[in-house]
């Protein structure tokens, strides 16, 4: 070949590649362009939310549910639970366990939690629509009152409704779909509580549910005087403590060795005959709680530093003990008195009350703000008595006047009031007064201000009261049960999709 041919098939062979190597760039960059625009099409899509509102996480049984859905529920229950301080909130939940013997994650826990509400509410509702049963007026109003709030709510705290709703239900709930489950959650507890409230027990089923768990029901009557070891915070003054350490262990030392001392010592008097009203007036000013002749179910008195002691079969009246309790940063020492161990026979009462404070609340009120509180109160059970003055007439004045937020939209009912119930002394002995009769009125002063009291009704025992709600959450879970058997319930990718 000549030097010519040779130069020319040298030239062609390096433009061959260079096509070669233009071709393997437009490839190189057309597969990178594809695959940055995917990207983006991934990032816009999940953006946008489409992913979590039509990707399935749960199948209820053949209906379908996204992780959008699913975060309505675990939401409300991780919230009912970090409220109650089962958990850190500032800290993940996946790296929180329960603390059960399963060493289950708080966040697996919640999940299964929101799973097992999510398909209860699914079968309850599919078998309230088969029987054709419709919210009762105080559920549908219920729901109406927390539709509007979806409306009216945001009002000026968010942007818009959409924002309102993603803060508070989930980044990718939507109006439409959280109107749907909580139409769906209503009917469903609407249905439960109507069918549990139509069986009707005999009494037999009462003796027997009681003797089966009377362990747990007996009430529990018993004299209890604490003795804390705590170091103190502040001085007297209310000024902070500095202490190391070592300062702090050493101190709580020594306040343990004089409260435990104290603690045998009342013991010591009580077992020579001293009485429990005696200990109390002496020890005042160096108990740190007490509490006479308090009553209180096998189940709460189980929980107690010596509730093994109360609840052993052979204690009996007069039987008295010294238990501790180290909390780690404090140590009470109880000295506890069984008085007696019982079937409560006391019958509990149901009053209705109109409520006018005296003052804001944010003070003590002064004896100007307590007469002008009886002036409405005695104004009002005027009114009442000049009327119709039956209970539905005093309901509806408590529905209207009563400054008890919490009893008010009930109509001014309170009900299971016991002498033992944890209200104002004043409040609780007129309703647990033995001469009371149904239609009673009066008016009672409280801290609160001043009450006017309708006496409702006199109800069953303490006894059949908590074996009803025994009884009633038996038969709740047999409906569960019986409507749930048979169904598939099957946990999808969508899941991962849940915001923690």
């Known amino acids: 070949m000549s030097a010519s041919s040779e130069k020319k098939a040298e030239r062609g062979g390096k433009r061959r590649q260079e096509e070669q190597n233009d071709r393997r760039s437009v490839v190189l960059y057309t597969v990178i362009g594809v695959l940055v625009l995917a990207a983006a099409l991934v990032l816009m899509v999940w953006k946008s939310g489409l992913l979590q509102r039509n990707l399935t996480a749960l199948d209820v049984n053949g209906t379908k549910y996204t992780a959008a859905d699913l975060q309505y529920y675990y939401s409300s229950i991780y919230n009912s639970y970090a409220s109650s301080y089962y958990f850190d909130p500032s800290v993940s939940v996946k790296r929180q366990t329960t603390g059960l013997e399963s060493g289950q994650s708080w966040y697996d826990f919640l999940v299964d939690q929101a799973v097992e509400t999510l398909t209860t509410n699914t079968a309850l509702a599919a078998k309230a629509n088969a029987e054709g049963f419709t919210l009762t007026e105080e559920s549908q109003a219920q729901l109406d009152s927390f539709l509007a709030q979806l409306n009216t709510g945001w009002i000026g705290q968010y942007p818009n409704q959409a924002s309102f709703i993603k803060a508070n239900f989930g980044p990718y709930m939507t109006y439409d779909r959280l109107t749907e489950l909580a139409q769906q959650e209503y009917l469903a507890s609407d249905y439960a509580a109507a069918y549990v409230e139509a069986i009707d027990h005999p009494d037999a089923d009462y003796e027997a549910y009681y003797q089966e768990h009377a362990g747990e029901l007996d009430t ?22 500095e202490l190391t350490d070592e300062e702090k262990a050493a101190q709580l030392e020594t306040l343990k060795t004089e409260q435990k001392a104290l603690a045998e010592e009342v013991k010591a008097k009580l077992e020579g005959g001293a009485t429990p009203e005696e200990i109390a007036e002496e020890y005042e000013d160096q108990l740190y709680s007490s509490a006479l002749s308090r009553r209180s179910t096998g189940a709460n008195a189980a929980a107690s530093s010596y509730g093994e002691w109360l609840l052993d079969s052979a204690r ?3 039987d008295i003990t010294l238990a501790e309790n180290d909390t780690g940063s404090s140590v009470n020492y109880y000295v506890a008195i069984f008085e007696e161990r019982l079937r409560d026979e006391e019958n509990s009462r149901s009053v209705r009350h109109i409520l006018f404070r005296a003052g804001s609340g944010n003070e003590t009120p002064t004896q100007e703000q307590y007469d002008e509180a009886e002036q409405k109160a005695q104004d009002i059970l005027d009114q009442w008595k000049a009327g119709e003055a039956t209970e539905d007439s005093f309901a509806a004045l408590a529905s209207t006047s009563s400054e008890d937020t919490g009893s008010k939209s009930g109509g001014g009912l ?4 016991t002498s033992n119930s944890p209200y104002m002394e004043p409040f609780r002995d007129w309703a647990v007064d033995p001469a009371r009769q149904e239609g009673d009125t009066g008016l009672v002063k409280t801290d609160y201000g001043w009450h006017v009291m309708y006496y409702s009704s006199t109800d069953d025992p303490i006894w059949r ?4 709600d025994g009884l009633a959450q038996e038969d709740y879970d047999k409906l569960i049960t019986d409507s749930t ?8 990718s969508g899941l991962g999709l849940l915001e923690a």
Do not use: H
């Open 414 to 417: 309170i009900d299971q009031i």
């Open 316 to 318: 009996k009246a007069g």
């Open 465 to 468: 009261l908590t074996v009803t």
């Open 220 to 241: 529990i009557v018993y004299t209890q005087f604490n003795f804390r070891a705590s170091v103190p915070a502040t001085d007297a003054e209310g000024n902070p403590v």
């Open 485 to 492: 058997e048979g169904w598939s319930v099957t946990r999808s």
